[in-house]
């Protein structure tokens, strides 16, 4: 089991090679892709399954598409006894390496891609609405519609025009 030491060792060399900001991209792209695929997920959170089998399986997703302290990260999430799911250990590993830079992080979810720009109005927005340094990292989910959920933490701010769908269907039906 990684202890948070060995965690941080991590965190550390990744910072000083200059690829902490890839390490946490390839972590929240990974939460996003295993909170998508249940199946896979609960392969990797069953305990029944020998560790070196549910590795295995990561390693087969994640290899050669990752940075070594990524790769090293994950197979120990999918190891360690302390998470009941591999999301919320990704979701922990994603937010010590924001903390490491002391900032927080934004995790957008859009129907479009944002541009450039609107990610950098974003990131500043959220910055100055929660009094401390925000890392925007967006996905895609065509489903939205339109507008942004965006998660800071534990607060959700759900502007998609699919929920502004849902919200007013129940009005009518209420």
């Known amino acids: 089991m990684m202890r948070s030491a060995s965690r941080q060792a991590l965190f550390a060399a990744a910072d000083k090679d200059g690829d902490l900001d890839r390490v946490e991209d390839e972590l929240f792209r990974l939460e996003r892709i295993l909170a998508n695929e249940g199946e896979i997920t609960g392969l990797l959170d069953e305990r029944t399954v020998d560790v070196e089998r549910r590795i295995g399986l990561l390693d087969t997703l994640i290899q050669g598409k990752v940075a070594p302290v990524t790769r090293s990260l994950v197979d120990h999430a999918v190891a360690s006894q302390r998470k009941r799911s591999i999301v919320l250990a990704i979701d922990d590993l ?9 900032r927080s992080v934004a995790r957008v979810v859009s129907a479009t891609p944002l541009t450039d720009e609107q990610e950098q109005r974003l990131t500043a927005a959220l910055s100055d ?46």
């Not at 994603?94 to 002391?102: F, S």
């Not at 009094?131 to 519609?145: K, Y």
Request: aromatic share 4%; charged share 30%.
């Open 129 to 174: 609405m929660y009094g401390r340094p925000i890392s925007v990292r967006s996905a895609l989910d065509p489903s939205l519609r339109g507008g942004l959920v965006i998660r800071v933490g534990d607060e959700v701010i759900d502007g998609s025009i699919a929920r502004r769908f849902a919200t007013a269907r129940a009005a009518m039906a209420g």
């Open 94 to 102: 994603l937010e010590r390496a924001a903390a490491r830079r002391e």
